[in-house]
């Protein structure tokens, strides 16, 4: 019995030391300070290159909607939606039965003044020759003769013109195509009435060159700077999945749309087995070289905020923010323009609790 209270009471002293040394080991052991570490990188002076993908549309090289110059009535339609035409080829033809008669009027008043500018010429030339003879003819009647050949001169002249005017009128019946291409809209039939007066109306026809396209694309003013005349660029069309094409940069506007801040560029793209048709939605692709006088960072290295863009550089141990304009960039460097020199040292994984001025390690 008193053996078993001795064991107990041994146990417990142990027991209760033993706790007490945990206790005043872990008071002596100090907690562990992590320090921060900042990884840092160098700016350097190379670009980087990005492939941009930008939307486009394929447009026709021309087009035209052919309203009717004159009032009138369909006769005949010579084409209908698909149809190919040539320059100059019939395609409809206009009647207009007041215009013929305008056009017939015009005509005779004009060969009835120029009959009466005949006599009167002749009737001068009379004169003028008996003149010659003293007191023959007074003077009063040879300016009166010679003024009045005038008039009908102007006359005849005056309703030339407008018999001219009345012919051109009439050639606005029969339509022609100004260039060739293809029908790709017929609003009217015979029989119907067109008038040049109205507004806002339908066209008769609509033309189309569909074997020479414009591909339209508006590049961004930070490379626009960089392509020119004649470059190669690809694209893909929607109607041809995974099917690449090619065209070049024929005319740059030369001029920045200030709401997108973007310049629009045409591409001219070849057609000839007219597979491609107008109003295809594309997606170019611009393979940009880069700034030449940019540096590239660490793309972790740029913080953006809400009222700034900058990267934290390292200048005598301080922490130094530098505000920074971004531009091409890859899948881990990014090109920067700032206040910053070529193999300045930048902190790798920037974030904007880095104050300004505090010490790096």
């Not at 310049?263 to 295809?280: F, H, I, K, Q, S």
């Not at 070289?289 to 953006?304: D, Q, R, Y």
Request: proline content about 5%; some cysteine; charged content about 20%.
């Amino acid at each position: 019995m008193n053996k078993a209270i001795i064991i107990i009471s041994f146990l417990a002293t142990l027991t209760i030391y033993g706790c007490s040394g945990d206790s005043a080991a872990e008071k002596k052991d100090p907690p562990l300070l992590v320090a921060t570490h900042y990884e840092l990188a160098t700016a350097d002076r190379q670009s980087v290159e990005q492939v941009y993908k930008l939307p486009a549309q394929l447009a026709a090289y021309q087009e035209v909607s052919i309203f009717p110059k004159v009032n009138g009535y369909v006769k005949t339609v010579q084409v209908d939606i698909g149809s190919h035409v040539a320059a100059g080829q019939l395609l409809m033809e206009l009647e207009a039965p007041e215009l013929e008669q305008a056009t017939a009027q015009a005509k005779e008043k004009y060969f009835q003044a120029t009959a009466d500018y005949t006599i009167s010429r002749e009737n001068y030339e009379r004169l003028k020759q008996a003149a010659q003879t003293p007191g023959a003819i007074s003077p009063m009647d040879l300016a009166t003769a010679k003024s009045k050949t005038g008039a009908d001169s102007a006359l005849s002249n005056a309703a030339k013109a407008n018999w001219q005017q009345q012919q051109v009128m009439m050639g606005y019946l029969k339509v022609m195509a100004p260039f060739k291409g293809v029908i790709t809209q017929r609003n009217v039939h015979p029989g119907a009435l067109v008038s040049a007066e109205a507004k806002d109306g339908k066209p008769m026809l609509e033309l189309k060159e569909v074997d020479h396209l414009r591909l339209q694309v508006s590049i961004p003013e930070t490379m626009a700077g960089t392509l020119r005349n004649n470059d190669t660029i690809s694209f893909y069309l929607s109607a041809f999945p995974g099917k690449r094409f090619f065209g070049h940069i024929a005319r740059k506007s030369m001029n920045i749309n200030l709401q997108y801040r973007s310049e629009p560029v045409e591409l001219d793209v070849y057609n000839p087995d007219e597979a491609l048709t107008p109003g295809m939605y594309a997606d170019v692709l611009f393979d940009s070289k880069g700034n030449p006088h940019a540096l590239s960072v660490p793309k972790t290295a740029v913080v953006t905020s809400t009222e700034r863009k900058y990267v934290i550089a390292v200048r005598n141990g301080k922490a130094v923010r530098v505000d920074v304009s971004t531009g091409n960039e890859s899948s881990n460097r990014v090109e920067v323009l700032g206040q910053l020199a070529a193999g300045e040292q930048v902190v790798a994984n920037a974030n904007d609790e880095i104050k300004e001025g505090s010490t790096l390690k």
